[in-house]
C-alpha cells in the first residue's frame, strides 16, 4: 500500500509517498509560499530529477492538487492513479492530553484537534487545513493523525507538571506535553535494534538537534521526560529560540523596552537562541563552526553555550534514569556535527563515555562512536520522521 504523508504548515506543505510493505520513498516534494504569490512547487521522484515548478497556490486545497497531479503525472509521476494511495498520514503538532498514540481521523478525532488548537495556535489549525484539503480531493481515502506530543504522554506527573498554582493545570491543562515525540519514539526504537537489545531493557537519552532541540529520557521504550514543554520555546537552546529562562525576564524587557508580552515572545521564537547569542551572525551550525574556527567570539560564546546546555540537560536524565545505557543524536545537527558531538560528549566523561574520533568525524548511516570499552553507548541514528508516519498509518488502516 502506498501511504502519502503530509506535513502541512500555515504556508508550506512536505509530502512523501512511501511504499508501506517495501518502505521506499517513491516521491517526495514540497510547496512554499502557499497563499503569497510566487508559489512553488519541488517535486522529486525516486531516481529522478527534482523539478521545480512555480504555480499559483492560493489555498493548501490547490497546493494538494498540485501534488496529486504530480505524483500521477503521465512522464514523472510515481503512480497511475489516486487510486493507488491507501492512506494519508498526517503530522499534527499538539495532541494534549487527547491522544497517547496515532489514530485514523473520524468527525469526533478532529474535533478534538480542533480543541487542542489553543495549545497550539500557530500549528494544529494548518494541520487540520492540509487534513480538510486532503478529504476534499480524496474523498473516501482514511486519514490517520500522527502526533509530535504522543510519545510523551507516559510521562508521569512528576515530570509534567509545572511548579505553577495547580488550578491553571486544571481550568487550561498547562503542563510539559514535549515535541519531535514521533522522531524521539522512532530513534529510541533504533538504538535498541543498533545494538541489538531489547527496548524494554534500555535507559536511552535522545538528543534530537536540528533547527528545533529537544532532549528525552526513554526507560523501557517509553519516555519519562523531555526538554520541551507546553510549547516548544522551552529547554534547549535552539537555532533562533531561547529555550529555558528566568521567566522574570519577560517583565523586564517589557518595561525596559515598551515591548507587549507577545513582541518578547516573538523575539524568544524568532530571535534568540545561538542566532541571538552570536549577536545574529547565524541560526544555522555550519556557519557557526566555521566562524568558531576562525576565532569568533560571537560564534564561541553561542556553540560553548550550547553544548553545555545540551550537556546539562543530558545529565540531568542520567539522574531521572538512574543511570543510562545509549545516547543518541540525530536531526540536522546531531547527525551532522561531529564538532558538537564531541563538545557535548568531552561534558560526559564521568559517564565513563570514551568517544572515538575517527567514528565521530563520520557522516550518513547509523553508527557508534564510542570506543569498544566505552561504559555508554554514544550512538548517531539518523531520524526519519515521515517513514514513522506512514508505519503508523500503515498499521492503523492495513
Ligand atoms: P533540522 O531542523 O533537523 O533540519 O536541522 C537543521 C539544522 O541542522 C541547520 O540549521 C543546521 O544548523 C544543522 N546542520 C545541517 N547540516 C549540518 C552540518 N553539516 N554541520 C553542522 N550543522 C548542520
Redesign the pocket.
Known amino acids: 500500500m502506498n501511504i502519502l504523508v503530509i506535513n502541512c504548515g500555515s504556508s508550506s506543505l512536505k509530502f512523501q509517498l512511501i511504499n508501506a510493505e517495501t518502505e521506499e520513498v517513491k516521491a517526495k516534494g514540497l510547496c512554499e509560499r502557499i497563499g503569497i504569490e510566487g508559489s512553488v512547487i519541488s517535486y522529486t521522484p525516486a531516481g529522478g530529477e527534482k523539478e521545480v515548478t512555480q504555480s499559483p497556490m492560493p489555498t493548501h486545497t490547490e497546493a494538494i492538487s498540485l501534488v496529486l497531479a504530480a505524483l500521477t503525472n503521465e512522464k514523472t509521476g510515481v503512480v497511475k492513479s489516486l487510486s493507488e494511495i491507501g492512506a494519508v498520514g498526517h503530522r499534527i503538532v499538539h495532541g494534549g492530553e487527547k491522544f497517547a498514540s496515532s489514530c485514523v481521523i473520524t468527525d469526533e478525532v478532529q474535533k478534538t484537534i480542533e480543541e487542542c488548537s489553543d495549545l497550539a495556535p500557530l500549528h494544529n489549525p494548518a494541520n487540520l487545513i492540509g487534513v480538510n484539503a486532503c478529504k476534499e480531493l480524496m474523498p473516501g481515502v482514511p486519514m490517520v493523525a500522527v502526533f509530535d506530543t504522543a510519545f510523551h504522554q507516559t510521562m508521569p506527573e512528576k515530570a509534567y507538571i509545572y511548579a505553577l498554582p495547580y488550578e491553571y493545570y486544571e481550568k487550561y491543562k498547562i503542563r510539559r506535553y514535549g515535541f519531535h515525540g514521533t522522531s524521539h519514539g522512532y530513534v529510541a526504537g533504533r538504538t535498541a535494534a543498533f545494538l541489538g537489545r531489547d527496548i524494554t531493557e534500555l535507559k536511552t537519552i535522545v538528543c ?6 529537544s532532549v528525552s529520557a526513554v526507560n523501557g521504550g517509553k519516555c519519562v521526560d523531555t526538554s520541551m514543554g507546553l510549547t516548544p520555546l522551552e529547554g534547549l537552546y535552539m ?1 533562533t529560540r531561547s529555550g529555558d529562562l528566568d521567566p522574570a525576564i519577560l517583565e523586564f524587557i517589557a518595561n525596559k523596552e515598551g515591548k507587549s508580552i507577545s513582541e518578547i515572545t516573538s523575539i524568544l521564537n524568532k530571535k534568540s537562541g ?1 542566532l541571538g547569542m552570536s549577536c545574529g551572525l ?8 566555521e566562524a568558531y574556527e576562525a576565532g569568533n567570539p560571537a560564534a564561541i560564546r553561542a556553540m560553548e553555550a550550547y553544548c553545555y546546555k545540551v550537556a546539562k540537560v543530558i545529565g540531568s536524565y542520567v539522574a531521572a534514569l538512574n543511570g543510562v545505557d545509549a545516547i543518541t543524536f ?8 561531529g ?2 558531538r564531541e563538545k557535548v560528549c568531552a561534558y560526559l566523561g564521568y559517564l565513563g563515555i570514551t568517544l572515538d574520533a575517527a567514528a565521530n568525524a563520520k ?1 550518513g548511516d547509523e553508527m557508534e562512536i564510542t570506543t569498544p570499552d566505552s561504559k555508554v553507548k554514544v550512538l548517531v541514528i539518523p ?1 526519519n520522521e515521515e517513514l514513522a508516519i506512514a508505519r503508523d498509518t500503515y498499521a492503523l488502516v492495513k
Open positions: 534530537h538537534l536540528g533547527n528545533g532541540a537555532g545561538v547565524s541560526s544555522d551550525f555550519r556557519d557557526l563552526q540525530t536531526a540536522g545537527i546531531g547527525e551532522n556535527s564538532f558538537v557522516r531520524t
